[in-house]
């Protein structure tokens, strides 16, 4: 079932983020979702067992061959939380890391909101979540990447 969302997402903008990704030679495309909420972040919390375990980061996932970016990013959304995403409000930035089997991947940052509804994990990819502000002690003492401290922080400004 296909939930109408809507975006503030130019057309080109996303062909633009492609063709830069591929001109750079990125071999693996993931897009993440900051959302916000009563000046809070809900961030993940990764299980142990998985890639970068204890890891604490947004709702995140891997764009499969020939998937929109935007499409991708609602699915992995409800794929890690359950949440529908109702509306792209902003791409915020990428940041570019190399994944455990070696390839160059790059991370596309949106700004969404979702929803009402119960956050539901997904056990084998997430153990907790939390609702973080910049301002709270957690977002120093959480394991969250730089990268996506400055994603978040991009996020906050108005």
Do not use: C
């Not at 939930?3 to 503030?8: E, F, I, L, P």
């Not at 997402?9 to 900051?34: E, M, N, R, S, Y």
């Not at 902003?90 to 070696?102: I, Q, V």
């Amino acid at each position: 079932m296909k939930h109408s969302m809507q975006s503030n997402i130019d057309h080109t903008l996303i062909q633009q983020l492609l063709a830069d990704a591929q001109k750079d030679d990125v071999q693996k495309l993931v897009v993440g979702a900051v959302i916000y909420k009563d000046n809070k972040f809900l961030l993940l919390e990764r299980v142990l067992s998985d890639s970068m375990g204890g890891f604490v980061g947004i709702p995140s996932g891997t764009v499969e061959t020939g998937e929109d970016l935007l499409t991708a990013l609602a699915r992995e959304v409800k794929e890690e939380t359950g949440l529908i995403v109702t509306s792209v409000l902003k791409y915020l930035r990428s940041f570019d890391w190399t994944s455990s089997s070696g390839k160059k991947t790059r991370h596309f940052n949106f700004h969404v909101e979702v929803g009402g509804g119960e956050i539901k994990l997904s056990p084998t990819e997430h153990q907790a979540y939390y609702w973080v502000a910049l301002s709270d002690a957690a977002f120093t003492t959480l394991n969250i990447s730089d990268a996506t401290k400055k994603i978040l922080k991009t996020a906050s400004q108005k």
